[in-house]
């Protein structure tokens, strides 16, 4: 007779500690200046964030496979940080696009500018974008959006290790009525 793993002798771990892991997102920041793509470079890292940096809407694009190329990604984005005034496309432009995206839509955005321009803000949440942070970036705003995306990382996991502990229940129920 085969033997019958109980679900709780099954290998599924609710430990998220590794999933939530300040070292595991992944940041894309966008700005066409060079001293704001350092800073903001540096305050990510700062806060444990792995970092990408592009200068411009299209270079985003371009990195994201999302130019037309149509390539696939093998990477893992966990938050994009865009400037709002670049030359070319505007950082609520790339918003607009990221969001028309199927593989993209829920990544959240963050849109920064040196210019409090209220209908500009509203624009951009309305939108979808997580945030409006006004330049420069502060520390404090890093940490806070880095330790949101960790709490939102860590109940995305807990809900699918949930599913799976539901699934493994049904399949020992099955398997016990079954007699195998």
Known sequence: MAEVLRPEMLDISNDTSSLASPELLHVLAVDDSIVDRKFIERLLRVSSCKVTVVDSATRALQYLGLDGDNSS?????????????????TGYELLKKIKESSAFREIPVVIMSSENILPRIDRCLEEGAEDFLLKPVK???VKR????????EERVFKNIMHKRELEANDIYSQLKRAKI
């Open 73 to 89: 990604v093998g990477f893992q984005i966990n938050l994009i940080m865009t400037d709002y005034s670049m030359p070319g496309m």
């Open 139 to 141: 520390l404090a705003d």
């Open 145 to 152: 959006l880095r330790d949101s995306l960790m709490k939102a």
